[in-house]
């Protein structure tokens, strides 16, 4: 079968540059090779394809646009964007990992932590040898983190953690926890807790149907007693986890383009194979419109991700903006999921194609990370000057 | 052990080719382009005898401007410098031409082993390392598909590719030249740091004068006439009669049309 060549219909790919380029395909050619041919047994099992990431850490996905002195690649966001999209296109629970590793981990890391922390583990995250989660979400607080019961309690050497977070990705695989809770005073700070730590544990969630390949988990804190060289000294109130959500939600427009551009090579070279009545189904006009929809919604996509990685490389993004295209891409990564579903007809349900897992996986990012209605919210108060929260 | 890699720039294998209006070459307007196959593998084969005996691995292109992609990718993926034939008085070169040119910025690098792919994907000549070899006075070996060298780096073992599933195993001293088949390893991908990193090593480009070549040189000795795609031809002639008679037509017809 001819290779994924990409969807090109605007010649965006003369928008790149090299290292852009060199990047998006040096990742597209290791998706093809290592994580196509085994993701769909390792969906179908429940599990993360752990011997993965000491090569995806060699190929330096991990906080790929982190600076070279912690061991990262440096690259700019367009190319890490890129990356991202690459990824997903591979499984969105692949890319779920390298998220949370980068810009959930790694990020708060360089961004809060003392240069200790950096030295300590940026080098070792980077690699692939150690591995990082973000707990923010709690069982009853999800849309409104502020909401968070996880409390800090100062003791005369370090902090007391108490409470547990909920649907946390890669928790039960993790070295280092990048935990979020309310200090004495009410404040939101960021602690790193370690593995292995009295006090906490990280059973695995089991039984989804979405990002079956990845690593999903409760993190609960009894009495868990942390040094204070383990809180994040930078962070302070709930803007710090959100600074880090930016981070991700930006990879995950460029993700969903990923998944989006999948479905669309799946499902166009399935209509152009397969007859009915004698002519390719792709020769069918309600098969066209849909062949026409998801072409001008994926263009439109990419266009919003580079634009939006242009501004984010220029320092001059907003959370909005970031908001607009994470909820637009995803959103239309899961129709057009859909869609293809459709075209592929039975087989579109099969397993043999990677149609239905990517867009069971979409449900999750679509409530991840903010959920659609979040963002709707966000470029809502954007447009307006309302904010519909408070 | 200092080690040149030949890489070469060539249309992506599963691009839609087509022919230009004066059917002089492919339309390239609408390609996109990669390294050639057999080359790829001969840069991983050349990082791997510097991993193994250290020293420097230099990417050697001769082509356009928008080479720079494939050899940044070498770059990216760990060799150390490239040079970089460019110049309109390289376009359209025969093998021979090509050898010459490579041979010419190559030579006085002095290295002790020089890589080139078992053919371009394009043209497929198979010749211009065979010649390049032969220019500078090497030993030359192709069709490579295994390689070994000896402690110090002195002496080359290689495993040569024959007809009908036969190898042949040759010694050979360095400096030589060897022309790499595809698949004689894994090419390693190119690191993201790799990539970043490729940026701030050297690109020596060189134009036809700066090797002392002109064009009178790098005159083509054979020219492509013209380009066109395989006619479809087929004719079918009924031979009757009973066994005999059809043999001897059969035979008087192959006999006639040289075949036998
Ligand atoms: C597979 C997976 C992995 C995850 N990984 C992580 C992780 O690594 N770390 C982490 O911290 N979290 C993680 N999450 C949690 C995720 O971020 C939350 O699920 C998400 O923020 C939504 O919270 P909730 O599930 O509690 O839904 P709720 O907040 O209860 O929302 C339920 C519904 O109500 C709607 N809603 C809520 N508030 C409003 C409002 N004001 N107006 C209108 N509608 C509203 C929502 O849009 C949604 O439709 C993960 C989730 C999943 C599914």
Redesign the pocket.
Known sequence: MAEFRGVDFYGIEALLSEEEKLARDSVRQYVEDNVIPIVDDFYERGEFPMDLVRPLGELGVFGANLPTEYGCAGMNNVAYGLVTQELERGDSGIR?FVS?QGA?VMYPIFTFGSEEHRQTWLPKLATGEKIG?????EPD?????GGMVTRARKTSDGYVLNGA???????SVADVAVVWAKDDDGRVRGFLVEKGTPGFSAPEIHK?H??RA?V?SELFFDDCHIPDANLLPGSGGLKSPLMCLNQARYGIAWGGIGAAMACYDTSLRYALGRTQFGRPIASFQLQQAKFAEMLTEITKMQLLALQLGRLKDDGKVTPAQISMAKRNNVDWALKIARMARTILGANGIASEYPVMRHMNNLE?VY????????HT?ILGEAATGIS??K | MKIVVCIKQVPRRDDLLRINADKSWIDESSLSFEANESDAYALEEALRLKEKHGGEVIVATLGPSDASKTIKEGLAKGADRAIHLCDSTFEKLDAVATAKSLAAAIGPEAPDVIFTGLQSDDLGYGQTGVLMAEMLDLPHASIVIALETSEDGKTLRVKRELENGWFQWISMATPALVTIQSGINKPRYASLKGIMGAKKKPVDVRTASDLGLNADALTPREAIGSLYLPVREKQTEMLEGDAETVAAALVARLRGNGVI
Not at chain 1, 141 to 145: A, F, K, L, Q, Y
Not at chain 1, 165 to 171: D, N, R, V
Not at chain 1, 367 to 374: K, V
Request: hydrophobic share 30%; with cysteine.
């Open positions: 779920s949370v959930l989660c973000f707990g923010l979400t607080h999800g849309s409104d983190p977070k909920a649907w946390i990705t890669s928790g989804k979405s990002l990845s999903t999750s409530t991840y990370e903010g959920t659609h209605d979040i919210l519909s929260f």
